[in-house]
């Protein structure tokens, strides 16, 4: 019998690893660069938030929490900026896109 | 469970490498081989080598992807087509690297079981340090000659960048910034340098008791240096100014002059007085952490292409 708190983790972290799966395969198969970065994106940012939440009741201390909240927060900035800047040069190279 | 994404990573690695090698797009080698550099250091952090995993990530996947990009662009930007090397000359690096490959597997696998290790002496030393970390203390206390000279060399490798410079150019500044600037990495400008500057602090203290240190936390301060620069908020420094040439040899500068006076009172060169060690290694970090930041911002800056303002 696992606890409440692992089986949270379990569901989460599992549907987690389930976006980046899912992410990933956009990646590879989509046609164009913007679907493509939208696959990515989803992955980087609901994939690791479900597995910063999934983590979330296995941190020992608040600080630890804290600190897995704050590694998504800059994970979405740099990810999100990131996608930004592909999207612009995308945007530049083909107009119509 | 653990043995399979082991597995899966060796793989991932040994895949990854040979596409580096074996790739014929330049760009595409480059950004394979900064995720090598990552993939790595989660190696090195399954092998519970946490500083090396920082430091190989930081480094390794970070900072010499970005010396590599942007020397790609250069060449690029210039229109030279690198000369592809003859077959023979091809053939005769691969041979060389499986001889080494081998050879080190050879090494690996004759290694008396168990290993000879320094770590208990390490370990029972690690009082007298007051450090609670004991790579850190390795890095700055029992092996500290080799991290100066480390500090040192990387100096001597940026005057070699320095040098590359045309005449007129020298002391100038670089050329940072693209022509035009996309705005969302004007806001990853602003928005990440605070947070950047917090996290480099935190690696230098806790590197005393817990994995981080100098490196790490100078090539985080580097990376935040270049996105402002890279973003125009802030010119790239004219490298004759004087301030900049302190910073630059403060930190080995801090450590050779401890290092003397350690003659004096600790009875060697690079000793300290047992009572305020942890006080001078930290002085030290801070110092030295400064210097590499500035080294490294300035590597990947590249050779002064713009004229001193007179």
């Known amino acids: ?92 190279r083909k107009p119509d896109a | 469970m653990s043995l399979v994404f082991d597995v899966a990573l060796a793989a991932g690695l040994i895949a990854l490498a040979l596409h580096v090698v074996t790739t014929r797009d330049g760009k595409g080698a480059i950004i394979a081989f900064i995720g090598f550099g990552l993939l790595l250091g989660l190696g090195w952090a399954r092998l519970a080598s946490v500083d090396v995993a920082l430091t190989e990530a930081a480094i390794g996947g970070g900072l010499t992807g970005m010396l590599l990009l942007r020397a790609q662009a250069h060449i690029a930007g210039r229109g030279v087509r690198p000369a592809q090397a003859a077959r023979p000359q091809w053939r005769l690096a691969a041979v060389g690297c499986g001889i080494v490959t081998l050879g080190l597997g050879f090494v690996v696998l004759a290694f008396p079981s168990p290993a000879p290790s320094l770590a208990r002496e390490v370990a029972s030393s690690l009082d007298a340090t007051g450090l609670g970390n004991p790579v850190t203390a390795a890095l700055l206390a029992f092996r500290a000659i080799d991290t100066l000279l480390e500090k040192i060399v990387i100096i001597l490798a940026l005057i070699g960048v320095w040098s590359l410079a045309s005449d007129p150019n020298w002391g100038g500044s670089s050329h940072l910034r693209p022509a035009s600037v ?33 490196f790490q936390a100078g090539t985080i301060l580097a990376a935040m240096w270049l996105l402002v620069m890279l973003a125009g908020l802030r010119p790239a420094p004219e490298t004759r100014a004087a301030g900049l040439r302190l910073l630059l040899a403060a930190g080995p500068a801090l450590f050779i002059l401890i290092g003397f006076l350690g003659f004096l009172f600790a009875g060697g060169f690079l000793s300290y007085p047992e009572a305020i060690a942890k006080p001078l290694i930290v002085a030290i970090e801070v110092a030295l952490t400064l210097s590499v930041a500035a080294t490294l911002g300035l590597l990947v800056a590249g050779p002064p292409d713009k004229a001193p303002t007179p």
């Open chain 2, 182 to 214: 996309p705005e969302p990495l004007v806001f990853l400008a602003r928005m990440l340098p605070p947070f950047g500057v917090v996290i480099a602090v935190y690696q230098v203290w806790v590197g005393a008791d817990l994995p981080g240190g100098t």
């Open chain 1, 1 to 92: 019998m696992i606890s409440l708190a692992d089986g949270f983790t379990l569901a989460f972290v599992s549907a987690g690893a389930l976006l980046f799966l899912a992410g990933t395969l956009g990646l590879l198969r989509f046609p164009d660069t913007l679907s493509r970065l939208h696959a990515l994106s989803k992955a980087d940012n609901l994939g690791l938030g479900l597995i910063v939440v999934g983590l979330l009741p296995q941190a020992e201390t608040i600080a630890g929490g804290v600190k897995l909240i704050c590694i998504w927060l800059l994970a979405q900035l740099s990810a999100a900026t990131a996608s930004q800047l592909i999207a612009g040069i995308a945007a530049r």
